[in-house]
């Protein structure tokens, strides 16, 4: 038996059986999950793990930012080392050299990386693939110049060092009480939570039908060039707040090195790993990609050949990522769209003819 959409049932039948049972506890799945990332701060973690456990939040969050360019509206960034560098010596100069403290400076380090990302969206709109991937990549390495040579600003070399840590009410967040973790664990919720409304949205919408034909989304009347740069400006905002964070937890001192071109693969990987379109897939993708040469630290060198091989072979046989499977259960509609739907004559069940078994 065939499925218009998905392939035989045979071929399917592994996520279809997951998804029914997802979707039957998504409450209690969803319930165990928040208490054990609310709990991680009072667990007896050393240093080394806490800080694991927050980068992996942190990159969770960029994946999601990227996500949103190249996931929802299929324009590929190799450059997203250079939104990260600039959202965090943003917020770091502010504090240092301004004297504002941590939240106005995250804020507005975000604000500040957007308004880079729509520069840097108004004179690529008609690229795509290979010749965007270009653009971003040379955009990274300006960043990197920038960052090292505008000495009276920058600091250059040297780095911003006496970054601040951040407070609220008399309380000081830093590592070792899990105040780190803490702030990117609700940066990263407000994050995945945005990134949902968007896609659920008639601009998620207008997103995904640009990835699928942007010609086609032209002739349905669809502003692709306002689309694809309101994709660019959300994606540098949220890669801008997450550079924010970063700026305050490496030890107070941030350099030009710590935004280098291997931060932009690491950031597409994730998204490519994960699962392109998802949220859990750049939850899985950070976990997986920063836990792994962790846990084979005793391979030595070896550990990153296994880890290019990994890669490699993901690439080859899940090029969808490993959560980026398309849903094979029923279209659930609300009331309001059931009524709708019947008011114009039309039969609900009928949308779901070819989708699942």
Same mark, same amino acid.
């Given at each position: 038996?065939?499925?218009?959409?998905?392939?035989?049932?045979?071929?399917?039948?592994?996520?279809?059986?997951?998804?029914?049972?997802?979707?039957?506890?998504?409450?209690?799945?969803?319930?165990?999950? @928040?208490?054990?990332?609310?709990?991680?701060?009072?667990?007896?973690?050393?240093?080394?793990?806490?800080?694991?456990?927050?980068?992996?939040?942190?990159?969770?969050?960029?994946?999601?930012?990227?996500?949103?360019?190249?996931?929802?509206?299929?324009?590929?960034?190799?450059?997203?080392?250079?939104?990260?560098?600039?959202?965090?010596?943003?917020?770091?100069?502010?504090?240092?050299?301004?004297?504002?403290?941590?939240?106005?400076?995250?804020?507005?380090?975000?604000?500040?990386?957007?308004?880079?990302?729509?520069?840097?969206?108004?004179?690529?709109?008609?690229?795509?693939?290979?010749?965007?991937?270009?653009?971003?990549?040379?955009?990274?390495?300006?960043?990197?110049?920038?960052?090292?040579?505008?000495?009276?600003?920058?600091?250059?070399?040297?780095?911003?060092?006496?970054?601040?840590?951040?407070?609220?009410?008399?309380?000081?967040?830093?590592?070792?009480?899990?105040?780190?973790?803490?702030?990117?664990?609700?940066?990263?919720?407000?994050?995945?939570?945005?990134?949902?409304?968007?896609?659920?949205?008639?601009?998620?919408?207008?997103?995904?039908?640009?990835?699928?034909?942007?010609?086609?989304?032209?002739?349905?009347?669809?502003?692709?060039?306002?689309?694809?740069?309101?994709?660019?400006?959300?994606?540098?905002?949220?890669?801008?707040?997450?550079?924010?964070?970063?700026?305050?937890?490496?030890?107070?001192?941030?350099?030009?090195?710590?935004?280098?071109?291997?931060?932009?693969?690491?950031?597409?990987?994730?998204?490519?790993?994960?699962?392109?379109?998802?949220?859990?897939?750049?939850?899985?993708?950070?976990?997986?990609?920063?836990?792994?040469?962790?846990?084979?630290?005793?391979?030595?060198?070896?550990?990153?050949?296994?880890?290019?091989?990994?890669?490699?072979?993901?690439?080859?046989?899940?090029?969808?990522?490993?959560?980026?499977?398309?849903?094979?259960?029923?279209?659930?509609?609300?009331?309001?769209?059931?009524?709708?739907?019947?008011?114009? @004559?039309?039969?609900?069940?009928?949308?779901?003819?070819?989708?699942?078994?």
């Amino acid at each position: 038996m065939k499925n218009r959409r998905f392939g035989s049932i045979r071929e399917n039948g592994f996520l279809y059986v997951f998804e029914h049972f997802f979707s039957a506890y998504r409450g209690f799945f969803f319930a165990v999950c @928040g208490i054990l990332l609310v709990a991680v701060p009072y667990m007896d973690l050393n240093r080394a793990t806490l800080r694991l456990v927050t980068m992996i939040a942190l990159y969770s969050m960029l994946g999601m930012g990227l996500n949103v360019l190249v996931g929802y509206t299929g324009q590929v960034s190799l450059g997203h080392a250079g939104f990260y560098g600039i959202g965090a010596y943003a917020c770091a100069l502010l504090q240092v050299r301004l004297g504002l403290s941590f939240w106005p400076s995250l804020a507005l380090a975000g604000v500040f990386t957007a308004l880079v990302g729509l520069l840097l969206g108004l004179p690529t709109l008609r690229l795509s693939g290979t010749y965007l991937s270009i653009v971003t990549l040379g955009f990274c390495e300006v960043v990197q110049m920038v960052l090292k040579q505008w000495e009276s600003v920058t600091f250059g070399n040297y780095g911003v060092r006496n970054i601040p840590k951040p407070e609220l009410f008399g309380y000081t967040f830093n590592l070792q009480n899990g105040g780190f973790y803490q702030i990117i664990l609700a940066l990263a919720v407000l994050t995945a939570v945005g990134c949902l409304a968007v896609k659920n949205s008639k601009t998620g919408r207008a997103f995904l039908a640009i990835k699928d034909d942007e010609l086609a989304a032209t002739m349905m009347g669809i502003k692709t060039s306002r689309y694809k740069i309101l994709a660019f400006v959300i994606s540098a905002f949220i890669t801008g707040i997450a550079g924010g964070f970063y700026s305050v937890i490496n030890n107070g001192y941030i350099e030009p090195t710590n935004f280098v071109f291997n931060i932009s693969v690491l950031i597409i990987s994730v998204v490519i790993v994960g699962g392109l379109g998802t949220i859990r897939g750049m939850v899985f993708g950070a976990a997986l990609l920063l836990l792994f040469p962790e846990v084979f630290r005793g391979l030595n060198e070896w550990r990153f050949v296994i880890y290019g091989v990994l890669l490699v072979l993901m690439m080859q046989f899940r090029p969808q990522g490993a959560l980026g499977w398309q849903s094979t259960l029923p279209f659930k509609l609300s009331r309001r769209t059931k009524r709708e739907l019947e008011a114009r @004559g039309l039969s609900p069940s009928r949308l779901n003819e070819g989708k699942g078994a």
